[in-house]
């Protein structure tokens, strides 16, 4: 007679294992069971960059269990009440463990962590599954490689396969002045001839060199007589400067240009200032001191930022500071098409205006603070107010404009829970504002 027997209970176990293979192999990482001397666990699952299927080293524990049906089972989750010596076993281990409960019979498999189950599990005594959080799919990619990351600091992080579209902080111009005019005058200084613009009422974007003004208006307009003799006013196209190969004409363009960006923003309803020691626009401070919003247009609804808030010392209760939302532009060419670069920063001042003593110090520890999502929206607050149309009752700016921010398509990415996880505090570092920032979408 044949007394071999194969339970019911090992069939089920082989399917679960089975189903967590065939789980793991379609996210692009690889699953490898425990062939021998099962002691808490049944396999583990190694990370894999899907871009070019790098093998990472960055190695996950893994504990099955495969049932017929869940505890406590609800349309949120359902629990699982495991053996505590396993538990104290998988809180020992040197790797990271994950406990995956499955129902091979709906295909169903989900996963948790048991270190993120540490502090909840001496009261309850069970493991609560939430069946939106927990599914082992695809969309578990990201938190495991972060889990796996988290031990293992060294490891380069994988690029995941998916797609998302990037958004730069790079803003195509769209609109320049036609023609630059340029006439000599006997003013030698650009605070004079700022001074004889004032004091007829008249702006104008200008550049001063060698006794020269380089404009963007027409400066045969007999208003510009106390400046020079609109008779000897020249003229060229743009492009003998904007497209000119010559370091000094980029220069002189470039620095026409800004002229024009601070007469752009000067001319929208949003009020802004502009500090020359740091280079960057900023929002004023509000008459009684106290916090305000700036109200913008975001992706996909109305929305607002915070932009002026006072920095309190706690302990005695007085104000140190104040914190402004601050923008960081320049001009850019890249194959001959002309950008502009916003960078999103803040400026700290004191009574407003005044830079504070403490700016380098406040402004490194926000910087440390902030993800991607933050910064992104602050670069979409900044978009809106370049690409903000005049009122019914007002004119655009002739001489400068832009298009919305350049977007990328990428068929890759990296998750910000991945990125950030072998960073302790869980800070992302954004302190170098000088470099073109390309944005989650």
């Known amino acids: 007679m044949n007394d071999k027997r194969l339970t019911d209970q090992q069939l089920l176990a082989t399917q679960g294992t089975g189903l967590i293979e065939v789980l793991v192999s379609t996210m692009g990482f690889v699953w490898r069971p425990t062939t021998q001397h099962d002691a808490g666990i049944d396999g583990e699952i190694e990370v894999r960059d899907t871009s070019d299927g790098r093998m990472t080293g960055m190695l996950i524990k893994v504990q099955s269990k495969a049932v017929s049906a869940f505890q406590n089972e609800t349309d949120e989750g359902f629990d699982y009440w495991p053996d505590p010596r396993d538990v104290r076993y998988w809180l020992e281990h040197s790797l990271p463990v994950i406990l995956i409960v499955s129902r091979p019979a709906t295909q169903e498999a989900y996963w948790i962590s048991v270190s993120e189950q540490r502090a909840s599990y001496p009261q309850s005594k069970r493991f609560r599954f939430i069946k939106r959080r927990d599914r082992l799919d695809g969309s578990s990619q990201a938190r495991l490689v972060a889990l796996a990351q988290a031990a293992s600091p060294s490891s380069v992080c994988p690029v995941l396969a998916k797609q998302e579209w990037l958004v730069s902080n790079l ?15 006997p003013f030698r200084d650009s605070k004079a001839v700022g001074e004889i613009l004032r004091s007829n009422d008249l702006r104008l974007e200008f550049i001063l060199k060698g006794g020269q003004v380089l404009t963007v208006r027409d400066l045969a307009d007999a208003r510009y007589q106390c400046l020079c003799n609109p008779d000897m006013v020249k003229s060229a196209p743009v492009d003998e400067w904007s497209a000119s190969s010559d370091p000094a004409k980029q220069r002189d363009f470039v620095a026409l240009m800004n002229k024009c960006l601070r007469e752009l923003l000067h001319s929208l309803p949003e009020t802004l200032c502009f500090d020359r020691a740091n280079h960057c626009y900023y929002f004023p401070p509000s008459l009684n001191g106290k916090p305000y919003h700036y109200a913008y247009r975001g992706d996909k609804k109305e929305t607002a930022r915070e932009v002026f808030k006072e920095r309190i010392n706690k302990k005695k209760n007085h104000v140190m ?16 098409a002309w950008y502009l670069e916003v960078t999103p920063t803040y400026f700290f001042t004191w009574k407003g205006y005044q830079q504070s003593k403490w700016h380098a110090e406040w402004l490194k520890r926000i910087k440390e603070l902030e993800k991607n999502a933050a910064v992104r929206g602050q670069l979409m607050m900044w978009v809106d107010i370049l690409l903000n149309p005049p009122d019914l009752f007002g004119e655009s700016y002739p001489f400068l404009d832009f298009g919305p921010p350049l977007k990328f398509k990428s068929n890759f990415g990296i998750d910000d829970a991945a990125w950030t996880a072998s960073d302790p505090t869980g800070k992302q570092l954004l302190n170098n504002t000088s470099v073109t920032l390309f944005e989650l979408l």
């Open 171 to 185: 803003l195509p111009v769209t609109q320049l002045p036609d023609r630059l005019y340029f006439v000599d005058t």
């Open 321 to 336: 500071g104040y914190r402004h939302s601050a923008m960081k532009a320049q001009f850019l060419r890249f194959d001959g």
